[in-house]
């Protein structure tokens, strides 16, 4: 969860920019996505790559992607924290790995690692996944990717969400602790 200061400065930010209240998530095409794109059920996640239920969140999507490999779609929204020190470049590093089709793996090693975020990391991480080290350094050096993590981040506070791991499942809320029976209960 985020902290009430965090949620506060959320405020403030909402309050300055004009932003629409949104019902549900907003699709994009530039969103990574794990799954199969007309899998009858549609889980968006709103998550950190530093918060440590996060973690324990995606152990549990990781689960029911695996037991319901063709009923599910996963799409990943950024909504790092400003609290957590590596939120942005963790993301900003993954967000770079996509720009290479290798989201997802990047993804995976983060939560793996995730006592060890930080730059020497994602050059580890860059260079196990064989990633053009040249792209991927020019894509984090010049946070290319910030615009679709701000996109995600805005998008999160139209939607009044107050934390991570928040998840929608068909457009049901669910925040807080998310289990593997909730989720299969939502599924339809």
Partial sequence: RHDADYVDSLTKVNNQVSQPIL????????????????????????????????????????????NYPADVLLIWKDFPNPDYPQSQPAALAARCAQAQNKFWEFHDYLYANQDQLGSKLYQEVASALKLDLAKFNQCYDKQEATPLIAEDFQEALGLRLDGTPYLFVNNQRFDKEITLEQLEKALK
């Fill in 23 to 66: 019902t549900e998530p907003v699709i994009r095409p530039t969103d990574p996505m794990l799954g199969k794109l007309e899998a009858k059920n549609q889980l968006v996640i709103y998550s950190d790559f530093q918060c440590p239920h996060c973690a324990d969140a995606e152990q549990v999507l990781g689960q029911l992607l695996q």
